[in-house]
């Protein structure tokens, strides 16, 4: 529908909509996260909920204790190489859609604790991350900033054509691979389809 | 004719208590077929244990000493349930009726006695 037609219909004080805008609409102010923290961001995350900053104004302070119900994994916290698996196996055992917050700079690059070998480097390396957050820990201010960024690319998703979301296309896999303990490292050491190393250039 | 169809109304609320509930599922089944294609895997389909992969099988057996438990429950305290309005009611009762309690006491009275040989009921 035409823009100009639309806001003259507003006017008059008739609402017109898409299914596509109703269908966003809805998931973008009822995103469910999933209830679990790996570290001391979690502590945020849970301040976030709390009656101060009150996530429930975006419709997202039911955090669940099962995968099944969530739609939105806050990675909150140090991915330690032991905890990598089970995160991204609940990360696959969540229902589509399904969104992902990195928390922190621990989540989005091993943060302060890079050098340590026990520490993944990032959970983008394994899942799709859709919003990055640094901060060690983020405030919740940032943690709502995040949501409003999550909740704006939701609102611009579309049902049809060639960049509808994943779960909408037949295709696209459902499943991302769960690493494995290997003799040094998890293995493999990062999932290809989602992280790319990234090339270093010295002039 | 208001005798007649009195339950009308809570037909009425009964069927929109159903559609209520169904419409949002059917809604949500053709939305599937529509949109979203099934996906199913190895992990989304696999049982949920905190990321954790589960181990062995949820099928397990019970002691069948709770059978005790759930009989001496039944004479104690289900027993006294009906024991009550029989009390209440008993001088107004007919005599099939008083038989048909008899029996029911007969039956519970039963168990305590195997229960009671059985020295459930010591304290150990």
Redesign the interface.
């Given at each position: 529908m035409d823009e100009g037609l639309r806001s003259e219909l507003q006017k008059q004080g008739v609402f017109t909509t898409t299914l596509e805008e109703l269908y966003n609409w809805g998931r973008k102010n009822s995103l469910w996260p999933l209830g679990f923290g790996l570290a001391c961001c979690a502590i945020e995350m849970i301040a976030a909920s709390m009656s101060r900053w009150d996530l429930a104004r975006f419709g997202a302070e039911v955090f669940r204790p099962?995968?099944?119900q969530a739609d939105l994994m806050i990675v909150a916290g140090t991915v330690t190489k032991k905890m990598a698996?089970?995160?991204v196996?609940?990360y696959?055992?969540m229902g589509?859609p399904k969104y992902v917050i990195a928390m922190g700079a621990c989540a989005i690059s091993g943060g302060p604790f890079k050098q340590g070998y026990n520490v993944l480097k990032g959970i983008d390396r394994y899942i799709p991350v859709d919003v990055h957050i640094p901060g060690c820990p983020p405030r919740p201010e940032a943690l709502l900033h995040a949501f409003m960024t999550l909740q704006q690319k939701i609102d611009e998703e579309q049902?049809?054509g060639a960049k509808r979301r994943r779960?909408?296309?037949?295709e696209a896999?459902?499943?991302f691979p769960?690493p494995q303990y290997g003799e040094h490292d998890l293995v493999p050491a990062n999932n290809p389809d989602v992280w790319k190393v990234p090339k270093v250039t010295r002039g | 004719m208001a005798a007649d169809n009195s339950y009308l109304p809570i037909i009425i609320l009964l069927l929109a208590a159903v559609a209520f509930a169904l419409t949002p599922l059917a809604l949500a089944w053709l939305w599937s077929k529509k949109f979203s294609p099934r996906k199913p895997g190895h992990d989304k389909n696999a049982i949920y244990e905190c990321g954790l992969e589960s181990k062995g099988d949820a099928w397990v057996q019970f002691r069948a000493e709770y059978y005790l438990y759930a009989i001496i429950f039944l004479i104690f305290d289900v027993e006294t349930i009906f024991l009550l309005p029989f009390a209440v009611a008993f001088t107004g009762l007919a005599a099939g009726a008083f038989v048909a309690m008899m029996i029911f006491l007969l039956l519970l009275v039963e168990g305590l006695v195997w229960a009671w040989q059985k020295g459930v009921l010591t304290w150990k």
């Amino acid at each position: 529908m035409d823009e100009g037609l639309r806001s003259e219909l507003q006017k008059q004080g008739v609402f017109t909509t898409t299914l596509e805008e109703l269908y966003n609409w809805g998931r973008k102010n009822s995103l469910w996260p999933l209830g679990f923290g790996l570290a001391c961001c979690a502590i945020e995350m849970i301040a976030a909920s709390m009656s101060r900053w009150d996530l429930a104004r975006f419709g997202a302070e039911v955090f669940r204790p099962s995968p099944r119900q969530a739609d939105l994994m806050i990675v909150a916290g140090t991915v330690t190489k032991k905890m990598a698996p089970q995160v991204v196996r609940l990360y696959n055992q969540m229902g589509e859609p399904k969104y992902v917050i990195a928390m922190g700079a621990c989540a989005i690059s091993g943060g302060p604790f890079k050098q340590g070998y026990n520490v993944l480097k990032g959970i983008d390396r394994y899942i799709p991350v859709d919003v990055h957050i640094p901060g060690c820990p983020p405030r919740p201010e940032a943690l709502l900033h995040a949501f409003m960024t999550l909740q704006q690319k939701i609102d611009e998703e579309q049902l049809t054509g060639a960049k509808r979301r994943r779960h909408l296309d037949a295709e696209a896999p459902s499943e991302f691979p769960v690493p494995q303990y290997g003799e040094h490292d998890l293995v493999p050491a990062n999932n290809p389809d989602v992280w790319k190393v990234p090339k270093v250039t010295r002039g | 004719m208001a005798a007649d169809n009195s339950y009308l109304p809570i037909i009425i609320l009964l069927l929109a208590a159903v559609a209520f509930a169904l419409t949002p599922l059917a809604l949500a089944w053709l939305w599937s077929k529509k949109f979203s294609p099934r996906k199913p895997g190895h992990d989304k389909n696999a049982i949920y244990e905190c990321g954790l992969e589960s181990k062995g099988d949820a099928w397990v057996q019970f002691r069948a000493e709770y059978y005790l438990y759930a009989i001496i429950f039944l004479i104690f305290d289900v027993e006294t349930i009906f024991l009550l309005p029989f009390a209440v009611a008993f001088t107004g009762l007919a005599a099939g009726a008083f038989v048909a309690m008899m029996i029911f006491l007969l039956l519970l009275v039963e168990g305590l006695v195997w229960a009671w040989q059985k020295g459930v009921l010591t304290w150990k």
